[in-house]
């Protein structure tokens, strides 16, 4: 099992280029399946999480291949409508192939989706707007099988802006009959950067960026090419690194427009942050205590949240850290506490108490983001740390111990 060692680190500084973002990837993926001709991605981060993806889409029948650092996907030859095993098990994204098998092939069985263990996750909301797009399911042991006879428009209110709930209907949506409409849709930017590529396949959207999706169906799609957006959370996450580590570090394609609740909570903490032509530039001395609630975009991350936390254990004063999304989103607060950070949690807040020094310990990487924040915590740790369990990091980051190697931080990745 690979692991990272660690100790700790002096500021960082340099430039580092930011990853294009997993969960833009991942339902552009998706998108193979509604139509025959050849989709097109540039830039596709090499992470397991889109190995997995890949591999689900090899199994019905859809053409992957990888070149110059993209992706090639073609559907011409779509076979099977079953997206089950391992991979649908462990990567909640594999839903995203509930709504396109449906509207093209009016079947689709899947394996209950997996992912990151943060909470219930459960997917009625997926079920709910497919169900009133005209589409029957059976709940089986660890199964959804799902039927139609032909999806069309509808009116869809979600009870929450469920990013994986939007992105399944909006999918459907594009080859349905008649008009769909996506009330309280989520809006976070990879929500965007689907419809952008839909739109580039000839999809019908308007709406895009709000709140209320519409959708006019359209008899076909054709092929496209196109780049993701970079990834906001990576980027997010070695802004916090170099900001904990006072360091002074450029994030090369960065985009501030995407960041804005990140950027203005660092300067709250007393980081500096600026927009340069290049992408984000983070500098930082001191660092203060801040209260943080995560929330729907453009709200603070909840991606973000466990790397803010890793930051704040050694910020000056008291921080409350609220999680409004995932309900079981502090499993990186008993790692933290083997470092030596003061943490109550308290429902769904934690209590940060900013401490003088955190230690290195062997801590385990719990889900994919608690793990970043357990490297952020090594880099400002006296001594040494090792964090294992780290095929949950290497599920998002394509390669976060280079990037922050190359910034100057002592860290290494054994196997
Ligand atoms: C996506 C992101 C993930 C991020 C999350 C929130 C991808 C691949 N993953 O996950 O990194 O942390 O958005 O920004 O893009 N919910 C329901 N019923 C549903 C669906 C969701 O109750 O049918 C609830 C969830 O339990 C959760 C909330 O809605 O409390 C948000 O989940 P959602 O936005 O769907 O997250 P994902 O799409 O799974």
Do not use: W
């Not at 090899?58 to 011409?76: F, H, K, P, T």
């Not at 869809?156 to 949506?173: H, K, R």
């Amino acid at each position: 099992m690979a692991q990272y060692g660690m100790e700790k680190s002096p500021p960082l500084r340099g430039e580092v280029r930011v990853q294009r973002s997993k969960n833009a990837v991942l339902p552009m993926m998706a998108c193979a399946v509604l139509t025959r001709e050849v989709l097109e991605l540039t830039d596709v981060p090499r992470l397991t999480d889109v190995d997995g993806m890949a591999a689900l889409l090899g199994g019905i029948g859809v053409q992957v291949s990888r070149a110059r650092g993209g992706m090639r996907l073609c559907g011409e030859n779509l076979d099977g409508c079953r997206a089950e095993g391992i991979y649908a098990e462990r990567m909640r994204a594999s839903v995203l192939l509930l709504g396109p098998l449906l509207v093209r092939l009016g079947r689709a069985r899947l394996s209950f989706p997996g992912g990151c263990a943060i909470g219930s996750r459960p997917i009625d909301l997926h079920l709910k707007g497919l169900s009133a797009m005209g589409a029957r399911f059976a709940l089986q042991e660890g199964c959804v099988e799902a039927r139609t006879d032909g999806l069309h428009g509808a009116v869809i209110y979600l009870d929450v802006p469920s990013v994986g709930a939007t992105e399944n209907l909006l999918m459907a949506a594009t080859l349905a009959k008649g008009v769909t409409v996506i009330d309280n849709a989520a809006k976070e930017p990879e929500i965007a950067d689907l419809a952008r590529l839909l739109r580039r396949m000839g999809a019908k959207i308007s709406g895009i960026g709000q709140s209320r999706l519409t959708v006019e169906g359209v008899p076909a799609l054709h092929g496209a090419r196109f780049t993701p957006m970079p990834d906001r959370i990576e980027a997010g996450t070695l802004m916090l690194c170099a900001a904990a580590t006072r360091g002074d570090v450029l994030l090369r394609g960065a985009q501030a427009d995407t960041l804005g609740a990140v950027i203005a909570k660092m300067r709250e903490c007393g980081a500096q942050v600026t927009a340069e032509s290049a992408g984000l530039r983070v500098r930082a001395e001191r660092l203060q205590g801040v209260d943080v609630e995560t929330l729907a975009y453009p709200g603070f991350p909840t991606d973000l949240q466990a790397p803010m936390m890793a930051l704040l254990c050694r910020a000056e004063g008291t921080s409350i850290l609220t999680e409004h999304i995932f309900e079981n989103r502090f499993l990186q607060v008993p790692q933290l506490r083997k470092m030596g950070a003061s943490i109550a949690v308290r429902g769904r807040s934690a209590v940060v108490r900013g401490v003088e020094s955190l230690h290195g310990a062997r801590v385990s990487a719990t889900d994919l983001r608690a793990g970043a924040a357990l490297v952020l915590a090594g880099l400002t740790a006296e001594g040494h740390t090792t964090v294992t369990e780290i095929s949950h990091i290497e599920r998002g980051y394509v390669d976060l111990a280079g990037a922050l190697r190359a910034l100057g931080a002592p860290i290494v990745r054994v196997e």
